[in-house]
């Protein structure tokens, strides 16, 4: 356990981490907290879990365990973290909404080597922003993350913000039969389309995981949506709920909680006031008028009285310059087209294009051009549009977006690292291009990826 926590904040920061108990922290992950800094060990393998009760299921896992060790580090405090591939393929690690270094971005190819099976990588960062992210592979992704490979990242805020409690909810559909068997990861008509949709629905890897929480506690729920393809329209029952970060990023104003939406890599920080013993709170979501439950927390006597929830000071994130940005135009749309099979019956699909554009592939020595040259230091207006009449997740590594309008409409402008195109949807994002390297640009919906919604950015 890292020096300095105790064992109650640490079962509070943890207590949504495992389906069936909490683990003390070296079971999860070996770490260290040295002064002002922060050492951890972690490896991607194959192994098993009990993600159907009764059954077992062959999975991909960050340390052996399903679901994945919570990292917590610092704002502003350097963080070592050396991986070991124990895969039978290469793999790499993407810190999903960090602005750290391109040569730590994870990306195979474009910012670094594949990690090739039995070789250990080190990845060195100091995050400059707090808050919720998380960790995937970016190789193979349809399979390393839909067999478990994701994690949550935890970033605290510089100077420490209490609450008295918190909680991190990681939610992911598994593509599973009743028997814990895998069904097929993606299917070439849905990838076509929504994205296949997995069969079994959790929150931490437990269906409808069941909570304690303490009557009158400030409260933090912590929502990372980790999934393949699927949207979760977020609802909370049985207290008031407030929004008080959007993708790892605080909003100066937080707002009433009624419904919102986290696509695939999105997250959202809720707060809220315990209600008093006996009582239950319901973080839902909605499927069409349905609402499906995700998680519950039950309220347990405490010595607590209720008190405001705290603040959260906004992150540094460089200030745009509207009165002399660019705007960069960007349009997704299907293409349909399917090119032809190899001798073995195998062949790329390639449904989605970006500005008329489906990603080519990449590999060592061939590099796409990007879909775009940024000057570093100017500011950018990406203007995003959506022709299909499916959700498109936009994703951009080394930065984030302050958005400016959604579907033609002005919005108090929010940071975030993806921006949720609904169908036929349209946003304004601006941006300053501050981090020199070659930064992908996707759709979030993994399938959506692979078939032809990517690309990159270069800042020179």
Request: proline fraction near 8%; hydrophobic fraction near 40%.
């Amino acid at each position: 356990m890292a020096q300095g926590w105790s064992r109650r904040r640490f079962l509070q920061s943890t207590a949504a981490m495992a389906a069936i108990s909490t683990l003390p922290a070296c079971s999860l992950i070996s770490a260290s907290r040295k002064t002002g800094q922060w050492e951890y060990h972690l490896s991607a393998e194959p192994s098993h879990a009990s993600l159907v009760p009764g059954h077992q299921t062959d999975v991909l896992a960050f340390n052996g365990e399903i679901p994945a060790p919570t990292i917590r580090c610092r704002q502003g405090e350097p963080v070592t973290l050396h991986f070991t591939n124990n895969l039978n393929e290469p793999t790499t690690i993407h810190w999903h909404g960090l602005r750290i270094p391109i040569e730590m971005d994870g990306v195979p190819f474009l910012s670094q080597a594949p990690i090739q099976p039995g070789e250990t990588f080190t990845y060195r960062f100091t995050p400059p922003d707090a808050g919720t992210f998380w960790y995937h592979p970016h190789m193979n992704s349809v399979v390393q993350l839909g067999k478990g490979l994701v994690g949550a990242i935890v970033v605290e805020e510089a100077a420490p913000v209490e609450f008295d409690e918190e909680h991190t909810l990681i939610l992911k559909h598994w593509h599973l039969d009743r028997q814990g068997n895998w069904k097929d990861l993606a299917i070439p008509r849905y990838s076509a389309r929504m994205g296949t949709p997995g069969g079994m629905g959790d929150s931490e890897w437990s269906h409808h995981p069941e909570y304690t929480l303490q009557e009158n506690a400030t409260t933090r729920l912590r929502l990372a949506n980790v999934d393949n393809t699927l949207t979760y329209p977020i609802q909370v029952r049985g207290a008031e709920a407030w929004i008080i970060a959007i993708d790892g990023n605080p909003i100066a104003t937080p707002r009433r909680l009624d419904e919102h939406k986290i696509a695939p890599g999105m997250r959202v920080d809720i707060g809220l006031i315990a209600p008093k013993a006996g009582k239950k709170v319901e973080v839902m979501y909605m499927k069409g008028r349905f609402p499906f439950l995700l998680a519950s927390f039950i309220t347990t006597p405490s010595t607590l009285i209720e008190k405001p929830l705290p603040a959260l000071p906004l992150n540094p994130i460089t200030p745009i310059d509207l009165a002399n940005a660019e705007t960069r135009h960007f349009t997704f749309e299907w293409a349909g087209a399917i090119t032809p099979a190899d001798k073995q019956g195998k062949g790329h699909h390639e449904f989605w294009l970006m500005n008329k554009r489906a990603w080519e592939g990449m590999s060592k020595g061939n590099i796409p051009e990007p879909i775009a040259t940024l000057e570093r230091g100017k500011t950018y207006i990406f203007d995003l549009k959506n022709v299909t009449q499916y959700h498109h997740p936009i994703h951009l590594h080394g930065h984030t977006f302050t958005v400016l309008e959604m579907d033609g409409k002005p919005v108090t402008p929010f940071h975030t690292d993806t921006v949720l195109l609904g169908k036929n949807g349209h946003a304004k994002a601006a941006f300053v291009a501050d981090n020199p390297g070659r930064w992908m640009y996707h759709c979030h919906v993994i399938e959506h990826m692979k078939t032809g919604l990517m690309g990159f950015v270069e800042v020179v």
